[in-house]
């Protein structure tokens, strides 16, 4: 694979000259286009700003905003002022203002920003002095900006989830460069850039590693739905990705179920078949969803062979593990009773089994080792990465070292079978019931076919000093909440071998979830136990 551009200023600047990519904004007030062309020339006026106000090389900037052009242009100021990127999440509903703007502030010190490049309406979550307005304004430098090395910081990107005890992996512009080059054979076919689409936020790391830097570094022509649209209207995004001709979308397993439950709602035709890469990714994969997709391929043009999922983290830029571009998806059936008992992931009997869908093949070194050393194919332990295109380090003064003898512990459990990686879950997540180790996708997963039951709102843990498994859902509008328990109750059972001490129905919009659309088990486990949950509903 031919070596790219060491920095980010750099890819662009190359893109531009063979007069390439296109960013395309569907918006509420209509359609916005920023070329590549257009984007370097305001981000050097941009970076003319930030040295005005004596930002330096090296110093961490804050975006803060949606998914719009000056989101884009403001990240590219900061690179090219030889800056360090700070994406910060954007909450699309603000239930407590006071505690949003709280966890800026901690997420903000963590980092070390001074300045933060932000959407005028947002400003006031941020503490005084900090806000700056991205609407290009204000007194530019005369100093010619510097630009960035290929060993300098390009982004320091927080964790899913981090509140409280935020954790930002701070990755070089040469880890960049390495995953532009793992991602070369999903954007572009044959040299040739994929047209893609997505609704992912721009501060989540595949919202900004595989919808805003292919565009400056391959050349694509990306379209790009508002998440707050996609959030209103799921299917608006394959409905957009028909109309556009798209050829490549990754999304949460979540964010294609609910597209789907909105396309049977809405109706009407919607023609996929342009689409050759629509991948899994951000979270686990749910083979329920895996099924509708299979189900609904047909009637919209989607082939079978376009499908597939990928496995990553903050930690690595993005990508550890990609389906390889018309394979499709592989699915491994295994027998859950060895899986908790054992560790093994053997294929499936007559027993409870877990679908699992594998995660493709690794892009860099993988390792699944457990503490007494490495495993064979077919047993379960922890991921272990090494490669180019992995963070330097944490930042945060209470961030451990998650590097043992230059590899890097994901904390995700796996195994290889096949030459894919399969995932199994976290390790702070499982479950201990009756002495065996099982994982809360399969209840949540068991609990989330039930007729009733919000798909993707179902959340499982074992209570603390306990090995008794309690089961979190909410119901679906005029769901009867003691049928559903029992419901629940049973289909953990049969599924998996195991029934749930505690099935709770809770008001819509209680379980938690990361804004990549991951469960918040830790943060729902911790209000059920102190007895803070919403009140459940009768």
């Known amino acids: 694979m031919q070596q790219g551009p060491p920095t980010i200023p750099e890819a662009l600047a190359a893109t531009v000259g063979r ?43 804050g975006v803060l905003g949606p998914n719009r052009p000056q989101w884009v242009i403001s ?45 005028p309406e947002l400003a006031s979550l941020l503490p005084p002095g900090l806000a700056v307005p991205w609407d290009e304004s204000g007194e530019v430098s005369a100093k010619e900006p510097s630009g960035p090395l290929a060993d300098d910081a390009a982004v320091i990107q927080f964790t899913s989830g981090s509140t409280t005890a935020p954790r930002g992996a701070l990755v070089t512009h040469a880890a960049v460069a390495a ?49 707050e649209r996609f959030a209103a209207e799921p299917d608006a995004w394959l409905r957009l990705a028909a109309d556009t001709r798209a050829s490549l979308t990754l999304a949460p397993s979540s ?13 009407g035709r919607v023609d996929l078949g342009a689409l050759e890469v629509a991948r899994f990714a951000a979270e686990g994969v749910d083979p329920n969803v895996v099924q509708q997709l299979e189900q609904a391929g047909p009637s919209l043009g989607l082939r079978a062979d376009a499908l597939g999922s990928s496995y990553g983290l903050a930690e690595s830029v993005l990508a550890v593990t990609l389906s390889k571009p018309g394979t499709g998806l592989a699915i491994d059936r295994i027998s859950l009773d060895r899986l908790a008992s054992e560790g093994v992931a053997a294929p499936a009997g007559s027993g409870p089994a877990r679908t699992m869908v594998g995660c493709g093949i690794p892009k860099m070194e993988v ?13 379960v332990g922890e991921i272990l ?16 070292d998650p590097f043992v003898d230059g590899w890097l512990r994901t904390g995700d459990m796996g195994y290889i079978a096949g030459g894919q990686l399969y995932v199994t879950g976290r390790v702070k997540d499982m479950v201990i019931a009756l002495g065996h180790n099982y994982y809360p996708e399969d209840f949540e997963w068991a609990a989330g076919r039930i007729e009733g039951v919000r798909p993707g709102r179902c959340v ?30 049973n289909a953990a059972a049969d599924a998996v071998g195991i029934a749930p001490r505690e099935v709770v129905v809770l008001p819509a919009g209680t379980v938690e979830k990361t804004t990549s659309g991951k469960l918040r088990r830790a943060s729902m486990r911790e209000a059920y136990s102190r007895g803070t949950l919403a009140l459940p509903v009768a």
């Open 19 to 61: 007069g390439a990519g296109e960013y395309v904004f569907h918006l509420a007030g209509g359609v916005e286009r920023l070329s590549t062309a257009e984007l370097a020339e305001r981000a050097q006026r941009g970076a003319r700003r930030l040295l005005a106000r004596d930002v330096r090389p090296g110093d961490p900037v």
């Open 179 to 227: 995953q532009m080059e793992i991602l070369e054979e999903t954007v572009a076919d044959g040299g040739a850039p994929r047209r893609s689409i997505s609704w992912v936020p721009f501060f989540h790391d595949l919202g900004l590693f595989l919808n805003v830097l292919p565009t400056a570094v391959w050349g694509l022509s990306s379209h790009h739905l508002p998440t």
């Open 460 to 489: 499982a843990f074992s209570e603390p000093g306990t090995d008794e498994v309690v089961v979190l859902v909410e119901p679906i509008d005029g769901a009867d909440p003691g049928e559903l328990r029992r419901r629940v109750r």
């Open 75 to 119: 990240a590219f100021a900061i690179w090219a002022a030889g800056a360090v990127l700070v994406p910060i999440q954007r909450k699309l509903r603000l239930r407590d203002p006071a505690a949003f703007a709280e966890q800026l502030c901690m997420l903000l010190e963590t980092a070390g920003c001074r300045i933060v490049l932000v959407d």
């Open 367 to 379: 390792r699944i080792a457990r503490p007494r050393g490495d495993l064979p194919e077919r047993h």
């Open 385 to 400: 990465l090494r490669g180019e295109s992995l963070m330097s380090r944490y930042v945060g003064g209470d961030a451990p």
């Open 255 to 267: 964010g294609f179920g609910n597209a789907l439950r909105g396309l049977r709602r809405r109706g």
